[in-house]
């Protein structure tokens, strides 16, 4: 054999560069996503499989919550119970995978049986999705319902106690009708701006 004809009869399968990595859907025990990712990423790197694991991803997504009258922002998994790996599943990595604590096994494939990936066109849609949830801003976590009372927490009219009589979900406001100097006299305020009255 020449040289020549070594160098064109490369292994197709070997290196990173030449492993197709696809990503799949990692079934976990919900409310332990982040936890499952941390021991996936510590494995992945005490047993150097970086080249076969490109990311791992729990799709987050921002909301704001009330207590005690103040406003938190918290995060919570936008799909509970689930985790996004895109890898190369070759030779023992799905059972790496599976033997993680809080890992119940993959997305559409039953005990035993070769782990599914998702279609393209799922893939992307997943991950539109997660850059989106990441640009978004916080959103409340809170259902109004006309004719609920509320508190204004915010803006010139604070403190002041009104009843709600128009809600726009999309938009995120309120039509609040709110007794000044004795006349009902309406408000549109965001959600940011109000408390339910307990």
Do not use: C
Request: glycine letters at 8%; zero cysteines.
């Amino acid at each position: 054999m020449t040289t020549d004809e070594v160098k064109t009869n490369k292994p197709k399968t070997t290196g990173s560069d030449a492993m197709v990595k696809k990503w799949y859907v990692i079934r976990a025990i919900s409310g332990k996503e982040k936890k499952v990712k941390q021991h996936i990423e510590m494995e992945v790197g005490r047993l150097k499989l970086q080249n076969y694991v490109a990311q791992v991803l729990i799709p987050m997504e921002k909301y704001i919550q009330i207590k005690a009258g103040k406003k938190i922002n918290k995060e919570r998994s936008y799909f509970p119970g689930y985790v996004l790996i895109e890898a190369a599943l070759v030779g023992e990595l799905p059972h790496v995978l599976r033997s993680i604590p809080g890992v119940i096994g993959f997305l559409g494939s039953k005990r035993g049986d070769a782990p599914i990936p998702l279609r393209a066109a799922e893939a992307n849609r997943i991950l539109g999705k997660v850059d989106e949830l990441s640009e978004s801003d916080a959103e409340m976590n809170i259902k109004f319902m006309v004719g609920e009372t509320i508190k204004i927490i915010d803006g010139p009219f604070n403190s002041f106690i009104g009843t709600i009589e128009e809600v726009n979900d999309e938009k995120k406001r309120l039509k609040v009708s709110v007794k000044i100097f004795g006349r009902k006299t309406p408000l549109e305020l965001s959600y940011m701006q109000v408390k339910k009255e307990s």
